[in-house]
């Protein structure tokens, strides 16, 4: 029995081309961007010619795009570098309650430094409110920092709408992108979007590899100290395989969305159509129409989400529970309880999401686990 893969919210696999790209700069290109000699120069070269592919697939600067290790850094450096070099005009920052713990923790680090952070409530499909957040506007807001689309319910949000928000009262805008790019076509100028976080892994790039863009209008500090790569704003050794690949997974990603999204759409609707007519007591958790393509979100009411999870692994079939798993304990999920969904239900939600290799002979031996699986679970609970 093969794998079958429904977590690609989660990561992807590098696609081959990808890693066929990539492979030179591991064994034969391996210089040092920062060396003198010229299989460090060559490297350097390189760097400039990827980062100009991501920042024309943005529609952006050359030199608005810096290299990081991951979204989260992404979003660490963005958030504090801005909070920092900005708390002379203030120091209210705007976020939600549905976003990624990068955002989350790195709000609450900042509070610890006398910055207030008001965490706006979405509404109950997790789509923010934009006349809540207009009305948290106060003379101290210095920042604005909403998802792009939200990782468990792939809910897609209202950002250019928040962007001319945060223009008319000059308040600088981020908005962490990891599970829009590669999903959606995205332009940071044309959206008012000042400051933006992805991560290579969730489009068929590598682990460990994350763009920050950030306008060349916003101030902000380093908050990582060592050499002077990255214009001096992100210390360290370059990492040159991993920039050519996230600028390879980000041009493929860029040039298939069209037919990529048409796919996901077919499995995904596919997938909650069956649900809807095989197994009852469900909630469709998020947005019905503005969600990302490959995203389902489903809560099985009286079933356990993580022993769901066990049994679908039984089958050799990955997925991914709506809710947090610590210490052996499983907790409802934060982006949940946020839109209204009751503790009970948002431990038995269980997220789907679709990926290239999927196909539908995958989402109807899934659905069939489901309907084994689901009436023992509720047996038992």
Known sequence: MSIKYFDHAATTAVDEKVLEEMLPFFRENYGNPSSLYSIGKSNKEIINIYRMK??????????????????????????????????????????????????????????????KVTYLKPKSNGIIDIEELEKNINKNTILISIMYANNEIGTIEPINKIGEIAKKYGIYFHTDAVQAIGNIKVNVKQEKIDALSMSAHKFYGPKGMGVAYISEKVPFMRIQDGGHQEKDKRSGTENVAGIVGIGKALELADSNIESYNKKLIQLRDFYISEVRKKIPYIRINGDLEKRLSGNANISFSGVDGGKLIKELDKKEICASSGSACSAGLLNPSHVLLSIGVSQNLAKSAL???????????????????????????????
Request: contains cysteine.
């Open 54 to 115: 991501i920042a024309n697939i943005l529609g952006c600067k050359v030199n608005e795009i810096y290299f990081t290790s991951c979204g989260t850094e992404s979003d660490n450096m963005i958030l504090k570098g801005i909070a920092f070099a900005n708390k002379n005009k203030g120091n209210h920052i705007i976020t939600s309650q549905i976003e990624h713990p990068a955002i989350l923790n790195t709000c609450k680090f900042l509070e610890n430094f006398g910055f």
């Open 351 to 381: 997220r789907i999401s679709f990926g290239k290799e999927n196909n539908i002979e995958e989402v109807k031996f899934l659905i069939e686990a489901l309907e084994e699986i689901i009436p023992k679970l509720r047996k038992s609970y």
